[in-house]
């Protein structure tokens, strides 16, 4: 089984560039590694093969948080860290600048553990600005760090960051709910 899923992290790397995706149990403490861990299977990558739970400690930290908001926010259905430098680059690179991407596991009402994703900022922008709809997309965070496409004007983006900050993510798009429909 664990080699049908390298297959299918392989495939998201390629595809979208995800550095490595964990699957972690709620139980997690940061001293042991994750449950299962994807990273990218180049001959280069298994040679090199340097990670350490030192060298992860921030994403460990990350992980941990994203389990206890989830474990007390049941209704939460993902979470986007602040900006850390990532324990691995893409394939013959440093370490990069990304975020962890987490998605809640639960059994009924109660949390089994996370699927987390550590995803390259220059991904991010990427994707950003030459995905679908890229012109419209934006990823906000709950501290008003905006990443946005380059052609967005600073307008718009002065308006996105003042009124995270000011209202909060949620607060955000319940309020700003006509700004945000079609118009026929």
Known sequence: MRAHLQLMFDYEWR?????????????????????????????????????SIELEQEEYLILMEHIRRFDTEPELGAQISREIILSQGELNQERVPGVVYSLPVREGKGLVGIISAMIPVGRIEQQLNLGHYHDQAILASDGGHLYVSTNMTQEVRSWFRDGLLRAGTDGFFERSTEAFEARK
């Open 15 to 51: 595809e979208n560039r995800i550095t490595e995706l964990y699957i972690v149990e709620r139980d997690f403490d940061g001293k042991r590694r994750p449950i299962l861990a994807f990273e990218p299977t180049s001959e280069e990558q298994l040679a090199k093969d340097d990670h």
